[in-house]
C-alpha cells in the first residue's frame, strides 16, 4: 500500500508563488510516475504536471512557463514550484502516483492508481 500526503498549499497574492509537497510512504519503490492534479468545483479535475521515473515530464497548458515539477527520491519526495501565480490557480491539488512508466498519458488521470487528501491553494488579487 502506498500513502500520500500533500503539503504546502495556502493564501497567496497573485503574482506570488508557492511550493507543494508530496511525501509518498509505503511501498515506494514501485512508483514510476507521479503528477500533480487540481481540482475546482464544479470542473473537471486538470492534468497539472507529471513526471516519471525516466524523467519524462509534462505540464498541463496553464503550467506552462509558471511551474515546475520536480522529484527527490531519497526523500520520497514529490514537488511543484508554483511561480507567478494567478486567480485562476485556485483550487484543490492533488498528488497521484502509479506503478507504471506513463508516457502520453502522464496528464490522465485515469492512469493513477494511488491519490492524497489534497492541498488547498488560493490565490487572491
Known amino acids: 500500500q502506498v500513502k500520500l500526503v500533500e503539503s504546502g498549499g495556502g493564501s497567496v497574492q497573485s503574482g506570488g508563488s508557492l511550493r507543494l509537497s508530496c511525501v509518498s510512504s509505503?511501498?515506494?519503490?514501485?512508483?514510476?510516475?507521479m503528477a500533480w492534479f487540481r481540482r475546482v468545483p464544479g470542473k473537471e479535475r486538470e492534468g497539472v504536471a507529471a513526471i516519471n521515473i525516466n524523467n519524462r515530464i509534462a505540464y498541463g497548458d496553464s503550467a506552462k512557463g509558471r511551474f515546475t515539477i520536480t522529484r527527490e527520491y531519497v526523500r520520497n519526495t514529490l514537488y511543484l514550484q508554483m511561480d507567478n501565480l494567478r486567480p485562476e490557480d485556485t483550487a484543490a491539488y492533488y498528488c497521484?502516483?502509479?506503478?507504471?512508466?506513463?508516457?502520453?498519458?502522464?496528464?490522465?488521470?485515469?492512469?493513477?492508481?494511488?491519490w492524497g487528501q489534497g492541498t488547498q491553494v488560493t490565490v487572491f488579487s
Open positions: 497521484a502516483s502509479v506503478d507504471l512508466t506513463l508516457e502520453s498519458g502522464l496528464l490522465q488521470a485515469d492512469w493513477y492508481k494511488y
Open positions: 509505503g511501498n515506494t519503490d514501485g512508483l514510476y510516475s
